[in-house]
């Protein structure tokens, strides 16, 4: 099994910023993609921003230029995303997901838990 462990949300003033870290643990071979989702209230889930595991990155066109995806492989298996000029309507629950490849050589996405982010106006 693996788990997905977020940190790093909370209550953030509009123009602010905020960094999520999301570290995955237990039956890894190799991390492939990461992926950071939300979900505002009444909403459908969306890709926010996405991570190979090369380092090719991708953005919705909602954050382009105001998040950062990245990776740490190296040593904690960790996928961070930094939000720069947060807005009210970046107020959702980020979820962050990997592709992991196990030690039997099967491919399983995996969720995180969530983690809410505010942005007051």
């Known amino acids: 099994q693996v788990q997905l462990v977020e940190s790093g949300g909370g209550l953030v003033q509009a123009g602010g910023s905020l960094r999520l870290s999301c570290a995955a643990s237990?039956?890894?071979?190799?991390?492939?993609?990461m992926r950071w989702y939300r979900q505002a209230p009444g909403k459908q889930r969306e890709l926010v921003a996405g991570?190979?595991?090369?380092?090719?990155?991708?953005y919705a066109d909602s954050v382009k230029g105001r998040f950062t995806i990245s990776r740490d492989n190296a040593k904690k298996n960790t996928v961070y995303v930094q939000m720069n000029s947060l807005k009210p309507e970046d107020t959702a629950v980020y979820y962050c997901?990997?592709?992991?490849?196990?030690?039997?050589?099967?491919?399983?996405?995996?969720w995180g838990q969530g983690t809410q982010v505010t942005v007051s106006s």
């Open positions: 237990g039956s890894i071979f190799r991390l492939n993609a």
């Open positions: 997901a990997a592709d992991v490849l196990d030690y039997g050589l099967s491919t399983t996405s995996y």
């Open positions: 991570i190979s595991s090369g380092g090719s990155t991708n």
